[in-house]
């Protein structure tokens, strides 16, 4: 098990950037891949991203490729989403979470653990 945390949420106005960090507690982090899902009032939680153990693959929805990139750091147990140009539809609450097997980034229900979730408000 792992516990997640995420902090680096709040308010931006389109065109801006925010980075979010996920810190994880353990020693086991590089064993996990990890993911950055969202969910937006009334709509289901939906993929963002995801990034292998190494930090070697990483994936992302249509929706932010270009303008987001996952990112982690083995040394400090932390994950990051640096969010580029954010538009007023990436107002949602940003979730990390943790898979141990690995390489289904896109599948919600392949995530063993969770964080909190921080929320991300852009403003037009």
């Known amino acids: 098990q792992v516990q997640l945390v995420e902090s680096g949420g709040g308010l931006v106005q389109a065109g801006g950037s925010l980075r979010l960090s996920c810190a994880a507690s353990?020693?086991?982090?590089?064993?996990?891949?990890m993911g950055w899902f969202r969910q937006a009032p009334g709509k289901e939680r939906e993929f963002v991203a995801g990034i292998s153990r190494s930090g070697g693959s990483t994936s992302y929805a249509d929706s932010v490729k270009g303008r987001f990139t996952i990112s982690r750091d083995n040394a400090k147990n932390t994950a990051y989403l640096q969010m580029n140009y954010l538009k007023p539809e990436d107002t949602a609450v940003y979730y990390c979470a943790a898979q141990i097997s690995g390489g289904y980034y896109d599948v919600r229900t392949a995530y063993d653990n969770w964080g909190q979730g921080t929320q991300v408000t852009v403003s037009s």
């Open positions: 353990g020693h086991t982090f590089r064993s996990y891949a």
